[in-house]
């Protein structure tokens, strides 16, 4: 149901209007960012999700900016769904997840719901129509720890990372600019739980790279690459740490005063993973390690990271960190 429908029939005559295609945490950021700058009056916000959005909880925006945000519920992998909303805006932010086939194991690899997003957006002025893609920097795959920027060759590892790029080839009919992004922090988006079930971590010698990017820093850019960035172009969106992944977990153990976890060898999580205490997700995580790097970033989309890197982050918020612990039921 829509949130209002006479502002529903004003955003199709307001080419200003930003249509959000899956609202999570990072689509509740960028309107909580634009609610709180000056002079953002002129910027309405459709926001679409599966679910129906209670954009009243958690003040999500500033009284003033109330007008300027409409909500709708929908499922976007019907076509119908997709068509009622696909001419209302000439600005579009695609953060949707990638699905496959059904019960078709040969099409594990292909990105269905994007694939039907892209063909009926082509069926509405697509050549006036401005968009930001929210892929992943899993396309690019294992490169050894090597630097990776955005004309490095993607050979993805796992079905999910094969989707992100199936869909990126799809939504480039669109011309729309791509974000790549790796691994997305925030205050609330830490590895607490993992930490506190005392999984174990590689050995240094086995370690791989891991590359991050703070949640408002990520708002920020999907946001001004609708206005900055080129059509077609891919971007990394990546902070300027350079941690393995072993590095981060300690690191954010001793922000929040929790035990550091063990150090184990590949072959022993892989023993945790077949009992199913580590979920094949977590798994592949190890199995790709790369350096993500991106000039792109600073010299095209003109982005000043809010946090540079993740140390930076730990250093400012050290004191609501510590208090993390305490608020975790224990095990």
């Given at each position: 149901?829509?949130?209002s429908?006479?502002a ?7 080419r200003k209007?930003i249509v ?6 990072v689509?509740k950021e960028?309107?909580r960012?634009?609610?709180?700058l000056?002079g953002q009056s002129?910027v309405k916000?459709?926001c679409?999700s ?5 954009l009243?909880?958690g003040?999500?925006y500033?009284?003033?900016f109330?007008?300027?945000?409409m909500s709708v519920a929908?499922d976007?992998d019907?076509?119908e769904n997709i068509?009622?909303?696909a001419?209302l805006?000439?600005?579009i932010?695609v953060?949707?997840p990638t ?6 194991p040969?099409?594990k690899n292909?990105d269905?719901r994007?694939?039907l997003?892209?063909?009926e ?17 899993g ?10 920027y955005?004309?490095s ?12 790029l ?10 729309f600019?791509?974000l790549r ?10 590895p ?19 590359n991050?990017i703070h949640e408002?820093?990520?708002a920020?850019a999907?946001y001004l690459a ?5 059509r077609?172009?891919?971007?990394n969106?990546v902070?300027n740490s350079?941690?393995k992944?072993?590095d ?6 001793s922000a929040?005063?929790i035990?550091?976890p063990?150090r184990?060898?590949?072959a ?15 798994m ?12 792109r970033?600073?010299?095209?989309l003109?982005?000043?990271?809010i946090?540079?890197?993740?140390q ?5 918020n050290?004191k609501?960190l510590s ?8 095990r």
């Amino acid at each position: 149901m829509y949130h209002s429908s006479n502002a529903l029939f004003e955003s199709k005559h307001n080419r200003k209007t930003i249509v959000i295609y899956g609202f999570g945490k990072v689509g509740k950021e960028i309107i909580r960012q634009r609610s709180k700058l000056k002079g953002q009056s002129h910027v309405k916000f459709l926001c679409v999700s599966r679910k129906k959005i209670d954009l009243s909880a958690g003040n999500l925006y500033s009284k003033n900016f109330s007008n300027n945000v409409m909500s709708v519920a929908l499922d976007l992998d019907y076509a119908e769904n997709i068509k009622r909303v696909a001419s209302l805006c000439s600005m579009i932010i695609v953060l949707i997840p990638t699905k496959n086939s059904e019960g078709n194991p040969s099409n594990k690899n292909v990105d269905n719901r994007t694939r039907l997003l892209t063909i009926e957006l082509l069926k509405k002025e697509p050549k006036r129509k401005k968009g930001v893609y929210i892929s992943t920097t899993g396309v690019y795959g294992n490169k050894n720890g090597n630097k990776t920027y955005e004309t490095s060759s993607c050979i993805p590892t796992n079905n999910r990372s094969f989707r992100r790029l199936d869909a990126e080839t799809k939504i480039r009919k669109l011309n729309f600019h791509i974000l790549r992004v790796p691994g997305i922090y925030s205050i609330n988006r830490l590895p607490i739980e993992r930490l506190l079930k005392k999984i174990p971590v590689l050995h240094k010698e086995e370690d791989v790279y891991t590359n991050h990017i703070h949640e408002s820093d990520l708002a920020r850019a999907a946001y001004l690459a609708l206005f900055r960035g080129r059509r077609s172009r891919i971007t990394n969106v990546v902070d300027n740490s350079d941690l393995k992944m072993s590095d981060y977990m300690d690191l954010i153990a001793s922000a929040t005063g929790i035990d550091k976890p063990e150090r184990a060898s590949f072959a022993k999580l892989n023993q945790l993973a077949a009992k199913g205490l580590i979920s094949n997700m977590a798994m592949s995580f190890l199995q790709d390690s790369r350096r993500v790097k991106s000039e792109r970033l600073v010299k095209e989309l003109g982005i000043n990271l809010i946090y540079s890197n993740v140390q930076d982050f730990v250093n400012e918020n050290r004191k609501q960190l510590s208090t993390i612990r305490q608020r975790t039921p224990s095990r």
